[in-house]
């Protein structure tokens, strides 16, 4: 089957670096997907590596190893507004490009 | 443009009873996806729309779930008979092409069975 896994908090001070891990066992792999979800909102598209390597967007990146199964996402310059839930979603082939999502991070700032 | 729209926003209803969940697509995306998020946990995949194709109906959790896509375009979530572990968000998405690699979410349908 298939599944994913990613720690269920972090806690980090405003300004400071943080990394998401998520870690996949998956068959046809595709690409792996990062979204944001704040509190009673809908989850936004932060980032996506289809290729093995870093992807970079502002004060997010991505990172993916596809031999490991294996990808993070890192926040610089974390600030106040970063706490939310972060999840990272798998898309493979089975026909047809379905997506599964992981459980989440719940991710806080502190000042 | 318009972003993924989703009605009711809001629907209570009582054990037993049929509701539908409207979708309305970014125009042009082709392909449209239904998750479900209990309160707290990560989004459960529920149906893939893409295209004119079969869709993949992989995670549709009973008989009770079905959907459609009228068009290719808006498409409705019915779930009969409710059962009170159906309470949860019911989120529509969709993405341009089949790639899926970055998906439009709406906000959502609160669904709580009494």
């Known amino acids: 089957g298939q599944s994913l896994e990613q720690p269920s908090e972090v806690t980090a001070v405003e300004g400071a670096i943080v990394q998401i891990n998520c870690t996949y066992q998956t068959s046809g792999f595709y690409g792996l997907s990062w979204y944001q979800q704040h509190d009673g909102g809908a989850p936004t598209f932060l980032s996506y590596n289809g290729l093995d390597g870093l992807e970079e967007t502002g004060r997010f990146s991505s990172f993916l190893s596809r031999s490991d199964s294996y990808g993070y996402l890192l926040l610089q310059e974390l600030q106040m507004k970063d706490s939310a839930s972060y999840f990272c979603?798998?898309?493979?082939?089975?026909?047809?490009?379905?997506?599964?999502f992981g459980a989440g991070t719940r991710l806080f700032v502190k000042a | 443009g318009a972003g993924v729209s989703q009605s009711p926003s809001n629907k209570v209803t009582e054990k037993g009873k049929d509701v539908e969940l409207r979708c309305d697509p970014i125009?042009?995306?082709?392909?449209l996806y239904w998750y479900r998020q209990s309160l707290g946990q990560g989004l459960e995949f529920l149906i893939y729309f893409q295209g004119n194709s079969a869709p993949d109906k992989s995670g549709l959790p009973s008989d009770r779930f079905s959907a459609e896509r009228t068009g290719g375009s808006v498409s409705t979530l019915t779930i009969q008979r409710t059962q009170q572990e159906d309470s949860a968000v019911y989120l529509c998405?969709?993405?341009?092409?089949?790639?899926?690699?970055?998906?439009?979410f709406g906000p959502g349908t609160r669904l709580t069975v009494l």
């Open positions: 125009s042009g995306h082709t392909a």
């Open positions: 998405a969709s993405s341009p092409g089949g790639s899926g690699a970055e998906q439009f």
């Open positions: 979603a798998v898309r493979f082939n089975t026909g047809g490009f379905k997506t599964i």
